[in-house]
């Protein structure tokens, strides 16, 4: 069977799940592993059994038996890396967000397009069961019309200060918020044309100078006249709570399990509840699934579902609620 060589760069938390389940792959050849911290990646390549491991995109671009790269390492690094592939002719699978600025995300996507390669972003949501059931409804028509969108993402503790400092991960809107402009996107089947943010700063950990926000509130209003609105929340103690709804005209479809209690109290001291603790429980099939689809499609030479494009649309509406918050006014996308 043909296998298509990978190699993973920025092997932290979520980069070592992605080798992880591309060593598992059956279709996949995980041929090295790149981290900026030397020891970082001799660890995981040793803990994973791969046969080489670098410290940097150039180094895995360069190799001859690696087809696709996926780009995990922190966001400022994306677009850099996304264009380090795309010109040595690799495939790319890059995590959120695509980019920091529009600028570095057009660069990247024309590097993209000059080389002819494919680019799928990690939106994994859209590989969830239940998100992929919702999107389905939807578009048979069981909710009629799609009016109201309303999606929630709340983090149970802040990441390591590392992740966080000199915003090496940008912002809460580009860091965890895209995942909502996403899904609204996909959701509704509709672009984002105007939002309006409220927002609370992030006060006492020392992020090196950089300003980010504990909390956002964000109004969107649709092309096609639909409106929503979604939340981000850094630290909410008792778990990590995904829920998102889409109101028709017809009906409703909610995504998210907490149980169905008169009155439910969320708190760290051990209310009950039945969030899970971390996002890569969460979404553990969906990174399996995204992960899969990515090395199928390329196998096959098919087209990856979710573009360059998306990831640039998504982060222009990141963008956006950063300036709504710092002009504190309504903008358009
Ligand atoms: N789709 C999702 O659900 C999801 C979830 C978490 C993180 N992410 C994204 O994945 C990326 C990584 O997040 P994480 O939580 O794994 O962070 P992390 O800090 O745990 O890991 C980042 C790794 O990259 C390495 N690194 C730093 N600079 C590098 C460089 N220039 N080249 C190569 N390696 C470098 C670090 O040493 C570290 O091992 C971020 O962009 C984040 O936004 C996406």
Same mark, same amino acid.
């Given at each position: 069977?043909?296998?298509?060589?990978?190699?993973?760069?920025?092997?932290?938390?979520?980069?070592?799940?992605?080798?992880?389940?591309?060593?598992?792959?059956?279709?996949?050849?995980?041929?090295?592993?790149?981290?900026?911290?030397?020891?970082?990646? =001799?660890?995981?390549?040793?803990?994973?059994?791969?046969?080489?491991?670098?410290?940097?995109?150039?180094?895995?671009?360069?190799?001859?038996?690696?087809?696709?790269?996926?780009?995990?390492?922190?966001?400022?690094?994306?677009?850099?890396?996304?264009?380090?592939? =795309?010109?040595?002719?690799?495939?790319?699978?890059?995590?959120?967000?695509?980019?920091?600025?529009?600028?570095?995300?057009?660069?990247?996507?024309?590097?993209?397009?000059?080389?002819?390669?494919?680019?799928?972003?990690?939106?994994?949501?859209?590989?969830?069961?239940?998100?992929?059931? #919702?999107?389905?409804?939807?578009?048979?028509?069981?909710?009629?019309?799609?009016?109201?969108?309303?999606?929630?993402?709340?983090?149970?503790?802040?990441?390591?200060?590392?992740?966080?400092?000199?915003?090496?991960?940008?912002?809460?809107?580009?860091?965890?918020?895209?995942?909502?402009?996403?899904? =609204?996107?996909?959701?509704?089947?509709?672009?984002?044309?105007?939002?309006?943010?409220?927002?609370?700063?992030?006060?006492?950990?020392?992020?090196?100078?950089?300003?980010?926000?504990?909390?956002?509130?964000?109004?969107?209003?649709?092309?096609?006249?639909?409106?929503?609105?979604?939340?981000?929340?850094?630290?909410?103690?008792?778990?990590?709570?995904?829920?998102?709804?889409?109101?028709?005209?017809?009906?409703?479809?909610?995504?998210?399990?907490?149980?169905?209690? #008169?009155?439910?109290?969320?708190?760290?001291?051990?209310?009950?509840?039945?969030?899970?603790?971390?996002?890569? #429980?969460?979404?553990?099939? #969906?990174?399996?699934?995204?992960?899969?689809?990515?090395?199928?499609?390329?196998?096959?030479?098919?087209?990856?579902?979710?573009?360059?494009?998306?990831?640039?649309?998504?982060?222009?509406?990141?963008?956006?609620?950063?300036?709504?918050?710092?002009?504190?006014?309504?903008?358009?996308?």
């Amino acid at each position: 069977m043909t296998k298509l060589g990978v190699g993973v760069v920025g092997v932290g938390v979520l980069g070592r799940r992605h080798a992880e389940n591309l060593q598992k792959m059956g279709e996949a050849n995980l041929v090295a592993v790149a981290d900026s911290n030397a020891a970082r990646a =001799a660890q995981v390549a040793a803990e994973l059994g791969v046969g080489h491991h670098c410290t940097g995109v150039e180094a895995l671009a360069a190799r001859k038996d690696v087809q696709a790269i996926v780009i995990a390492s922190p966001s400022r690094f994306h677009a850099e890396a996304v264009r380090v592939a =795309a010109q040595a002719g690799k495939h790319v699978f890059c995590e959120k967000p695509l980019a920091l600025s529009m600028e570095d995300a057009e660069k990247a996507l024309a590097a993209v397009d000059k080389a002819g390669v494919q680019l799928q972003m990690g939106f994994m949501r859209r590989y969830d069961p239940a998100y992929i059931r #919702a999107r389905r409804r939807i578009e048979a028509g069981e909710i009629g019309e799609p009016i109201i969108f309303k999606s929630t993402g709340r983090d149970k503790l802040l990441p390591p200060l590392g992740f966080l400092r000199d915003g090496v991960n940008g912002t809460i809107f580009v860091d965890s918020t895209i995942h909502e402009f996403d899904l =609204a996107r996909w959701l509704m089947q509709d672009e984002v044309a105007e939002l309006q943010v409220y927002a609370r700063p992030l006060r006492g950990p020392d992020l090196g100078g950089f300003e980010d926000l504990e909390a956002c509130l964000v109004n969107l209003r649709f092309a096609g006249g639909a409106i929503g609105n979604v939340e981000s929340l850094r630290q909410c103690q008792y778990g990590y709570d995904i829920h998102t709804e889409i109101v028709g005209t017809k009906g409703t479809v909610r995504i998210g399990y907490l149980r169905q209690t #008169a009155e439910l109290v969320l708190s760290a001291s051990g209310a009950v509840s039945d969030v899970v603790d971390h996002w890569l #429980a969460r979404f553990a099939d #969906a990174y399996w699934t995204e992960m899969q689809d990515f090395v199928h499609t390329l196998l096959r030479g098919g087209r990856v579902a979710i573009t360059g494009e998306d990831g640039r649309r998504a982060l222009a509406c990141a963008l956006a609620a950063q300036r709504s918050y710092e002009q504190a006014r309504p903008v358009a996308v």
